[in-house]
Structure formats: C-alpha cells, structure tokens
C-alpha cells in the first residue's frame, strides 16, 4: 500500500467537491447537514452519515467496475444523463415536505407523539445517508471525469483496490462537512438568541426547504427539461 | 403565509416535479425514434474502421488528415466550455497553417443527440472529452483520448500544452 496513491485518492475527492459543477448540491447538503446550527453533535453525525452515503455509493460502483461486472462508458453516461433527471424533482418534493407546505399529520402528544418524533429525528439521520449516496451518483461532467477517469484507474493497479473509493468519497464530502460545521459554530450565538424566541428551528428548516426547492428548480431546467 | 397559500405553493411544486418527469418519459419516447437525419460527422464516422482495429503508423504519402473531436452532452458545465474554448484556441492558433490545409479539423460534438450516441462506445468516452482521430483516405486509422484535460484545465498553459505535444506527436505519426 502506498501513500501517494492514496493522498491522490483523497485529493481527487476534495477536487470533486470544490469544482463549480457539484456547487449546486453541495449547497443543498450543507444546508441539510447544518439545519441543526444549535446542535453541533447532531451537524457531526449528520455530515459524517452524509460522509458514509457518499463513500458506500463510490465503493459499490467502484466494486462494480473493478470486478468488470458494468462497463465505465455505459455507467457513466447512464449516471450522469438519467440521475441528474430525477434528482431535481426529488429535491423538490423534499423542499415541499421540509417546509411543510403539504399537511403531513402526526400525532403530537403523548407517548406515540414521542416515538414518532424520535422517529422523525432518526429518519432526519437517515436522509442525510441517502443524500450523500444519491449526490454521489449524481455525476456531473467534471467529477464523472475525475471519478471514471482518475480514481477507477487508480484503483484498478493499486490494492486494496476499494481502499481508494472509501478515501475518495471522504474527500468528496469535507468541504461540505467543514462548512456545515463552520456554520454551526459560528451561528451558535446566533442560534441561541434566535432559541430564545423559539425559532431556531423553523428558521433553519425554511432555509433548507427553500434551497432544496431552488436547487430542485435548477437540476429540473438544466437537467430534466434542459431550457437552460 | 397564510394556511391555503402555503397549500397551494406546495401543491403547484409538486405538480411541476410530477409534471418534468412526465416531460421527460414523452421526450425519451419521441428521442428513441428520432434520428432519420444524419449529420456530417456521422456519415463520416459510419465508413470508419473499428475504433480499436489500429494501426501502429500511417501509410507514408498517403492522404491523410487529423480531427480533433470535442465531445460533449446537452449539459454544458463552466469547466467544460473552459476545456472546448482552450482546446480550440490552440488548435486555431498553434496549427492554423494545418487547418487552412485540411490537414487538422477541430469539431465540437454532441453526444447526446441519437446520431452521435455510436461515439460514446466507439470512443469509450465516460466524460467529456477530447479525442485525437487520425484518418487516412477517409479511413479511421488511430485514435487517441486526451484524458489529461482534466487535470490541466485549471493551468491554462500546461493545458494548451499537452494539447499542442499531443496533435503534432500525432502529425507526426507518433502516438504519445
């Protein structure tokens, strides 16, 4: 095993996420990941579930690829063409049910309103891990280029060939954890006061919404309809 | 906002998420039919030899003339017009006597319109890319991916340089 191969590996990921390409769903998932500002243990678990979406999604597909079970032509082009089509109605949905502008009834009291809040809460984790995998599929030209093109060689001549996948996937994903972070500290005092007038979390949750829907928008016309 | 508003904003959003899918199933279905009309690039590529039946050099004296295909999907990205302007200045500047001459052409390609799908395999592209092919007496002989580009884009003259080394290697009939 060697280190050089494996900073690459890691270098290629960072160079992935801070390319102009991906801009757009970076910002939908650190305003995901950093939705909790008062809470920066729940922003770390949330971005680091975010991390492990991402990775798992980049170790299967690479696994794909190594073993020769897909061909990279097919796989990227059917990447980069059918998931940017779909991503932005799903985003869009997400925004909608993040602002809560379609009724959804839960019970709200008792000892099953606790459960299905515990319940919401965990789920709020789990997106974070199916966002992470979903954008990672979402291959834009520049990191279907570095992925396809410079990692899965990469792993190809170099082993443990998965090794290189994980490390790129990590790398993927730390600007946007580091911003998130960066934004849960520094809007903590911030967040408390706004905690004092009960509207942290509403204030957060709107702004997600409202990106997840602009950014839904985005991916809807350039990729879906392609009018822009 | 009021209560009906806000019921109303969410409903007309996720009308329209339903509604681009829609557009986009009637699209795929009229697209998998279209392509009755082929362009000139794709009548030039249907009379090539397999992409992968290469020859190591080219005839000597024979006709022979180099294409610089760009390729790229209905997608346009900032880095990719980066890579499509960079890469056809150089040509235009580096080989404009070859160009004048029809010894070098510079085409910007399409990949996702049906009748240039057939690159895709062809070139084993995963990206969009820049692909040296070599033609003599209009028969494919060579061809090669400047797989590089990505990693240059941002160091303009580096970039300007591998695609400069990386065509006249192949004017020479060197393959780099």
């Known amino acids: 095993m060697e280190a050089v191969p494996l900073a690459g590996a890691l270098w290629l990921g960072v160079l992935t996420s801070i390319s102009p390409c991906p801009l757009a769903s970076n910002v939908a998932a650190i305003s995901f990941v950093a939705r909790d500002l008062t809470q920066p243990r729940r922003v770390l678990l949330s971005g680091l579930l975010y991390t492990l979406g991402r990775t798992v999604a980049y170790v299967a597909l690479t696994g794909l690829l190594v073993f020769g079970l897909l061909s990279i032509p097919a796989v990227s082009n059917f990447l980069q063409q059918h998931l940017n089509q779909v991503l932005g109605p799903i985003l869009i949905v997400a925004g909608v049910v993040l602002l809560e502008l379609v009724p959804i009834r839960l019970p709200s009291s008792g000892r099953l309103g606790e459960a299905v809040q515990g319940r919401v809460e965990r789920w709020g984790l789990v997106a974070a891990g199916l966002l992470g995998f979903l954008f990672a599929l979402a291959f834009c030209p520049v990191s279907a280029a570095l992925f396809f093109g410079s990692l899965i060689p990469l792993s190809l001549n170099h082993t443990p060939h998965l090794l290189y996948p994980v490390l790129y996937g990590i790398g993927t994903a730390v600007p946007v954890i580091v911003i998130a972070a960066g934004l849960s500290t520094g809007a903590s005092a911030v967040g408390k006061w706004l905690q004092q007038l009960g509207r942290v979390e509403a204030v957060a949750r709107t702004v997600t919404g409202l990106l997840f829907v602009g950014v839904g928008l985005y991916y809807v016309l350039a990729h879906t309809l392609e009018v822009i | ?176």
């Open chain 2, 1 to 176: 906002m009021p209560q009906t508003a806000k019921r109303s904003l969410g409903v007309v959003l996720l009308l329209f998420a339903a509604g681009s899918l829609v557009a986009l199933a009637v699209k795929d279905r009229g697209g998998a039919g279209g392509g009755a009309a082929r362009g000139v690039m794709a009548a030039r590529q249907s009379d090539r030899s397999n992409p992968s039946d290469q020859s190591d050099k080219p005839a000597p004296n024979a006709n022979r003339h180099l294409v610089v295909y760009y390729f790229h999907g209905n997608f346009r990205c900032p880095t990719c017009n980066t890579i499509e302007r960079l890469s056809r200045e150089t040509i235009e500047k580096e080989f404009s006597q070859d160009l004048r001459a029809g010894r070098v052409m510079f085409q910007a390609v399409n990949t996702d319109e049906p009748d240039n799908r057939h690159f895709v395999q062809d070139y084993l592209l995963f990206a969009q890319s820049l692909v040296l092919v070599e033609y003599v007496d209009d028969k494919q002989t060579r061809w090669e991916n400047r797989k590089r580009i990505w990693e240059l884009v941002h160091d303009e003259p580096a970039f300007r340089k591998y695609v400069r080394d990386g065509v006249r290697a192949f004017l020479k009939g060197e393959q780099s």
